[in-house]
Nanobody
């Protein structure tokens, strides 16, 4: 069983920055993909960014150049640095850990960007 604990959400003005953190605990295989998804009201959950245990990254086009994903394998923690935030980034952000077909999700953290 894997548990994911997110932190770092909040309210910020457009142009501002936030940093999300997600710590994984439990039975964690060393080879995995950790990532961030988001879901805005009335919309489907979408991938924001993910990173493999070897450090390969993948970003949604809408956040390229503004968001940076990183991880600390020793701490089983993934981070999302979000800069130049826009009102369109407002959503609940969910941490995800994937090993093959198996997924674990965090409870979500709200990010609200005011105009």
């Amino acid at each position: 069983q894997v548990q994911l604990a997110e932190s770092g959400g909040g309210l910020v003005q457009a142009g501002g920055s936030l940093r999300l953190s997600c710590a994984a605990s439990g039975r964690i295989f060393s080879v995995n993909v950790m990532g961030w998804y988001r879901q805005a009201p009335g919309k489907q959950r979408e991938l924001v960014a993910d990173i493999t245990s070897s450090g390969s990254t993948n970003y949604a086009d809408s956040v390229k150049g503004r968001f940076t994903i990183s991880r600390d394998n020793a701490k089983n923690t993934v981070y999302l640095q979000m800069n130049s935030l826009k009102p369109g980034d407002t959503a609940v952000y969910y941490c995800n850990l994937r090993v093959g077909p198996a997924n674990a999700w965090g409870q979500g953290t709200q990010v609200t960007v005011s105009a």
